[in-house]
T-cell receptor, first 111, second 112 residues
Framework: DGGITQSPKYLFRKEGQNVTLSCEQN?????MYWYRQDPGQGLRLIYY???????QKGDIAEGYSVSREKKESFPLTVTSAQKNPTAFYLC??????????FGSGTRLTVV | QKEVEQDPGPLSVPEGAIVSLNCTYS??????FMWYRQYSRKGPELLMY????GNKEDGRFTAQVDKSSKYISLFIRDSQPSDSATYLC????????????FGKGITLSVRP
């Protein structure tokens, strides 16, 4: 079954800690995306990558970092520089113009 | 002006009602138009996909695109409680892997 797997489903971060959210796809899609979703604010683009070993900042990249070493994988690190990281994080992939396929999301909470 | 504006909602309707969800946009270069449905605490799933102007029907769902007015709509006939979800419109330019621009989403509740 092709799709996108995000893990973990729930993640708790202590103040000053870096955490990494995993995103893996077996759809053979070239492009991958990370979004943050907050109530009332819709989806906001953090980073995206259209090809292996290349990625671009989205609208709210500060405090986040990514890597794209393999086509299948696009992990997102939430660094201690991100002051308000509590949110629902969504990973997506796309091939051509046929719309995104989304993962099931990771809910990150600061404790 | 935001690139994509979506009615904020929330919207509550009785079961069996016809629902109309709408988005307007400002960039006339958008060519591909989508509607996503997102259940609570889940990732969005692609519901309808259309290219350029026109209508597309899939069961109880109809997507309509009017490029001259920069307006897209999603109609849900005979709405069911299982249709209760957040609906997001999205659109993109031509060019492979162009990123999507989303509306903020509207939460629909269908009352039994």
């Amino acid at each position: 079954d092709g799709g996108i797997t995000q893990s973990p489903k729930y993640l708790f971060r202590k103040e000053g800690q870096n955490v990494t959210l995993s995103c893996e796809q077996n759809l053979n899609h070239d492009a991958m995306y990370w979004y943050r979703q907050d109530p009332g604010q819709g989806l906001r683009l953090i980073y995206y990558s259209q090809i292996v070993n290349d990625f671009q900042k989205g609208d709210i990249a500060e405090g986040y970092s990514v890597s794209r070493e393999k086509k299948e994988s696009f992990p997102l690190t939430v660094t201690s520089a991100q002051k308000n990281p509590t949110a629902f994080y969504l990973c997506a992939s796309m091939q051509g113009n046929y719309g995104y396929t989304f993962g099931s999301g990771t809910r990150l909470t600061v404790v | 002006q935001k690139e994509v504006e979506q009615d904020p909602g929330p919207l509550s309707v009785p079961e069996g009602a016809i629902v109309s969800l709408n988005c307007t946009y400002s960039n006339s270069a958008f060519q591909y138009f989508m509607w996503y449905r997102q259940y609570s605490r889940k990732g969005p799933e692609l519901l309808m996909y259309t290219y350029s102007s026109g209508n597309k029907e899939d069961g109880r769902f109809t997507a309509q695109v009017d490029k001259s007015s920069k307006y897209i709509s999603l109609f849900i006939r005979d709405s069911q409680p299982s249709d209760s979800a957040t609906y997001l419109c999205a659109m993109t330019l031509t060019g492979a892997n162009s990123k999507l621009t989303f509306g903020k989403g509207i939460t629909l509740s269908v009352r039994p």
